[in-house]
């Protein structure tokens, strides 16, 4: 197939065979024979949907074993083409036989070949009929425009089959379907972006769907296309520079200059020459950018470059904008507008215009099937203060538009229809937490026996703030620099980080704030960075490691926290110390950094006080020193735990090792604090265990008195300390000091809980 006009006549061919045949089996081996001459392809085939049998059936095929054709069945989801019907999805791979997906049939003689495109044969109706593919020797994946031409014939078979009622169909599972999803399971896991309880109706957001919509079109005159196509950019251009403005009303960490690159996608002459060619080739404009906007973003998926595979995303959303601003897509705002207030939004991906758009609305809650915690998504709902979840894979499969559906921060479950009494139960639930938020709240943070306990709180974003003073929290004990770095798509310079770091301590007013040293790598990576291949990337070359070889990036990033130190109670901690050496060699580049501010302000600046994460056992084991040294120790307890253990925090096999609660590590919490209360410093607790309630008697007893924790679990943790007196945690210390598992230790400790009275 060398162009549209080609393209156009294997179109007509396919519908005036169907037209003209009599009956099913003819009409299909005509059209598989027609597709393989046409498009040059050595194998075409067309697999249709028994009901009666729950079973795919190969119908038609061009180049495979004929003898052999009538005993090829396979269940939906069975194979790359029971995959391609049971997910509604086209599949385009090289190398099908190394797909751990693939189902072989020998007699067909399929070995010589090197390459698979199935696409689904979509329906007129809201039923599906089967799958259509190709296969070659060639071993590439087919090229996109024999995708798109095989999924506009694809499509075309399936009206033509309804209208001469020859289909034999089922219900379509999967996404293809939105009217019959699968069967529910009652609950799904999910990662917890942001906590909270939602309770509520799903709108299902399907920005990711448009692109299906734009099929194989000609258009009759290039240069008029091509005037439709400059009008459209110009529209498109408009409302990027409103998405820019909104963004940065939105989200100050949120770097808007992501719509400066979309301004720019919008005047690259590759990018619109390429969409241009395409329209001289006879295709209309919103065929055309389709099919430019496909090729780039496989060009940029292919390099391995992370930031280039990174503004794929970009394209695409461009590429959307291209096509509303052309008239072709108008879901781009309306399917916004579905999104009403009191709804919950369920997507596989949500760009970042999706994010911007949805600003407008009153939404519950966010599910995404993809993303993470430094996703867009993830960000626009810290923002909104509603609970987000992310990494569901197949969620809106399950799902369709006014499912009743309740999300638990506290559990990460998300509750499909759930029944009555599950109902009744986050009722209950969602009244108690209104009265406590109408109530006059009690925010002292003391023992039973007087001891004051200070309680500030972990901050990735400004917008966390508002949360903190929700629950009475005036401190920010552990400010993670590196969020703000990880949700952007490049490095942030000094005036923008100085910009963002300011706010945040003039926000925390006397109280003050503590800001982390930027601390990447490892489970942390930054997209637009080339970290280089490592084996075990936790152990390697990230977080303080990284910025003592790379003073370009250590030092705009010294020069903005120092300048923030001069507005507040500032305090900078370094993580992921191993040696004390580092911390030295710390310490001289920051002396120099501030030396450097001095000359270029005339007069002197402050030195804020400098403090040592401990989370790596060598750290553990020179306390002392770091003691000696710093002017407070934090204590990790998330990666002293992991490090300690030896474990991977993320892998399941190996979860049960991680033991908060283990000798060992009770062991290494009295080590640390001794040498700190030796050395009259300051130590704080700022991983998850300070947000445990069960932890506190060690920390009491250990005379921790400075815990930064989770702002939601402020309440537990202050309802806790009431109830507990210093005296007799130390008590408890001494019991358990001699035990030798966690599961002693953690009974112990339930134990005394429970004797303990409530006040």
């Known amino acids: 197939m060398s162009d549209a006009s080609t393209a156009l006549e294997i179109i007509r061919s396919v519908a005036q065979t169907m037209q003209e045949s009599a009956s099913t089996r003819p009409a299909l081996e005509a059209v598989v024979k027609l597709i393989s001459e046409k498009m040059d392809v050595d194998v075409c085939s067309i697999y249709l949907y028994q009901p009666d049998t729950n ?39 090289a190398n099908p036989s190394e797909d751990s997906r693939n189902k072989y049939f020998p007699a067909l003689g399929e070995d010589r070949l090197k390459n698979f495109l199935g696409i689904p044969i979509p329906p007129a109706s809201k039923w599906g009929a089967g799958v259509m593919t190709l296969q070659s ?18 499509a075309q078979l399936g009206t033509l089959l309804e209208n001469r009622s020859l289909k034999s169909v089922s219900a379509l599972p999967g996404k293809a379907d939105p009217e019959a999803p699968k069967e529910a399971p009652p609950f799904v896991r999910a990662q917890v972006a942001v906590g909270g309880i939602a309770d509520g109706r799903t709108v299902i957001l399907k920005t990711h769907q448009i692109w299906d919509t734009i099929i194989f079109t000609e258009c009759e005159d290039p240069r008029v296309e091509i005037q439709l196509l400059q009008r459209a950019l110009e529209v498109a251009r408009q409302e990027s520079l409103w998405l820019k403005k909104r963004a940065g009303e939105l989200f100050a960490e949120l770097d808007a200059r992501i719509f400066e690159a979309h301004e720019l996608m919008l005047k690259d002459e590759h990018y619109i020459g390429l969409i241009e060619s395409h329209i001289r080739e006879n295709l209309a404009a919103p065929f055309a950018v389709k099919l430019a906007t496909r090729e780039l973003v496989k060009s940029m998926m292919d390099t391995g470059n992370v930031l280039l595979s990174s503004r794929a ?22 399917i916004h507008d579905q999104a009403e207030d009191g709804n919950i939004v369920a997507a596989v991906e949500l760009l970042p215009s999706d994010l911007i758009y949805l600003s407008t609305r009153k939404i519950l809650g966010i599910m995404c099937e993809t ?104 401190g920010v004990g552990l400010y993670r620099s590196e969020f703000f770095f990880m949700i952007r798509s490049s490095f942030p310079d000094e005036e923008t980080q100085f910009e963002i770091y300011r706010r945040v301590l003039e926000r925390c007013g006397s109280h003050g704030a503590t800001f982390r040293l930027l601390d990447v790598g490892g489970d942390k990576p930054l997209k637009y960075f080339d970290w280089g291949k490592e084996e075990n990337p936790s152990l390697g070359w990230r977080s303080i490691r990284m910025l003592l070889s790379r003073p370009d990036i250590l030092r705009p990033h010294l ?39 001095e000359a270029e302000a005339g007069h002197p600046l402050r030195m804020p006080p400098i403090g040592a994460m401990i989370e790596i056992p060598s750290a553990m084991m020179q306390i002392r020193d770091f003691a000696r040294e710093a002017d407070f120790l ?62 506190l008697p060690l920390f009491l007893a250990l005379g921790i008195t400075h815990l930064s924790i989770a702002p939601a679990a402020a309440d537990a943790i202050r309802t806790a300390l009431r109830n507990l007196s210093v005296k007799d945690c130390k008590k408890l210390l001494g019991k358990i000091a001699n035990l030798h598992t966690a599961e002693q230790v953690k009974d112990e400790i339930e134990a005394f809980l429970e004797s303990v009275p409530a006040l």
């Open 371 to 474: 993303g993470g915690l430094t996703s867009h998504a993830a960000i626009l709902a810290r923002s909104l203060g509603i609970p987000c979840f992310m990494g569901i894979p197949g969620l809106t499969s399950y799902l369709q538009n006014n499912t009743r559906v309740i999300m638990d921060g506290n559990s990460g479950l998300i509750y499909i229809n759930p029944d009555a009494h599950v109902q009744r139960e986050y009722s209950r639930l969602l009244e108690d937490l209104g009265t406590r938020m109408l109530a006059v709240p009690s925010f002292e943070s003391v023992t039973r026996d007087g001891e004051q306990i200070h309680l500030s709180g972990n901050l990735s974003l400004i917008s966390d703030l508002e949360l903190m003073e929700q629950y009475g929290i005036e």
């Open 559 to 597: 020069r903005a926290l120092l300048r923030t130190a001069q507005f507040g109670e500032f305090r900078l901690v370094i993580p992921m110390l191993s040696l004390i050496t580092e911390f030295r060699a710390l310490k001289e580049q920051i002396q120099e950094v501030l030396t450097e501010l």
């Open 55 to 93: 079973r795919l059936r190969l119908a038609a095929s061009e180049g495979l074993n004929r003898e052999r054709l009538s005993d090829v069945t396979m269940s939906p989801g069975e194979g790359l083409t029971g995959y391609v019907f049971s997910r509604g999805e086209i599949v385009n791979i």
């Open 634 to 695: 934090s204590i990790g307890t998330n990666d002293l735990i992991q490090y300690l253990f030896a474990i991977d925090r993320g892998n399941e096999r190996v979860a049960s090792y991680y033991q908060p609660f283990h000798p060992a590590l009770i062991q290494a919490l009295m080590r640390i604090t001794a040498a700190a209360h030796d050395a009259g410093k300051v130590v704080t607790v700022c991983g998850e265990m300070a947000s445990d309630p069960q932890a």
């Open 137 to 154: 020797t060639e071993g590439e994946p087919f090229p996109s425009m024999v995708e798109d031409l095989a999924y506009t014939l694809a």
């Open 313 to 334: 995303a970009d394209l695409r959303d461009v590429g959307l904008r291209i096509l509303n601003a052309l008239g072709e897509v108008k879901q781009s705002k309306s």
